[in-house]
């Protein structure tokens, strides 16, 4: 069972925009710790979309944007296109005896 | 271009070792600013962070998993391996390989390999 909850599923319209939460604890973003978020298409292994709770790397769209406060942290997604249509995790780093590095607990996008 | 590749068997029996290996091309494990880590995941479930080992050997593992988990490196081979002990139905899994960028504690995953379908049964 993670200690970072994500909502199931998310969805909109091409060219609209969603936002997925990342809630955590005091054993990890409340701590400062960074969260990283990670985008897995079918079928294919997870691709690195943030870093450092707002940076992106090189490649990746400024569609994408991150923030956090206090425990949580989000997931913005504007301008939706099809090729957003994947599975979404955040990550960041634990104190607590679950793992050292934890994974949010995923949140599937669709684009309508 | 950096790049990841995971092989070992796909078929494992219960309470048998799985042993995976994982090949780094276009990067150094002697490359002092990663940890070179091991991640897994159920179908449809997901991903868990099962342990790193940095280029001195250092290791650190999910306490979930810790007795039964080791991870090794070969920097003659540019490789480091995974294996797990006393398998069952539940560790069938995906198994990625990833390089972690480390910085005061955090630690993200920017290269991973394209994963290897572990299934346990008899």
Known sequence: QSVLTQPPAVSGAPGHGVTISCTGSS?????GYDVHWYQQRPGTAPKLLIYGNNNRPSGVPDRFS???SGTSASLAITGLRAEDEADYY??????SLSGLYVFGTGTKVTVL | QVQLQESGPGLVKPSQTLSL???VSGASLSDGSFYWTWIRQP??????WLGRIYITGYTNYNPSLKSRVTISV?????????????VTAADT???????????????????WGQGSLVTVSS
């Open chain 1, 27 to 31: 054993s990890n973003i409340g701590s």
């Open chain 2, 74 to 86: 070969d920097t003659s081979k540019n490789q480091f391996s995974l294996r797990l002990s006393s």
């Open chain 1, 66 to 68: 991150g923030s956090k």
């Open chain 2, 21 to 23: 290996t994982c090949t």
């Open chain 2, 93 to 111: 899994a995906v198994y990625y390989c990833a390089r972690g960028y480390y910085y005061d504690s955090n630690n993200y995953f920017d290269y």
């Open chain 1, 90 to 95: 955040c990550q960041s780093y634990d104190t």
């Open chain 2, 43 to 48: 179908a449809g479930k997901g991903l868990e």
